[in-house]
């Protein structure tokens, strides 16, 4: 009798789930050093009272939690 074969936990099981983990890895790059430095290192334009990176960073930070949030809701 052959042993059933078990899907690993590891990996998305839907395209949702790809999608989550694609969108989470981007906008988790867009976090990183090499592209924060290069395209939000700005400080001079201040954004509601905050300078631009620290902006950049909030934005990135929420999309990051509503990606979370959003695959939650799917059950992913």
């Given amino acids: 009798m052959p042993m059933p074969v078990k899907q690993s936990h590891f990996l998305p099981r839907s395209r949702h789930g790809?999608?989550?983990?694609?969108?989470f890895l981007g906008l988790m790059a867009l976090a990183q050093p090499p592209i924060v430095f290069r395209?939000?290192?700005?400080?001079?334009?201040?954004?509601?009272?905050?300078?631009?990176?620290?902006a950049w960073l909030l934005g990135v930070y929420v999309a990051m939690i509503g990606v979370l949030f959003w695959a939650q809701r799917q059950r992913l």
């Fill in 18 to 23: 790809w999608i989550a983990v694609i969108a």
């Fill in 39 to 54: 395209f939000a290192n700005r400080v001079e334009p201040w954004v509601l009272g905050v300078p631009f990176l620290y």
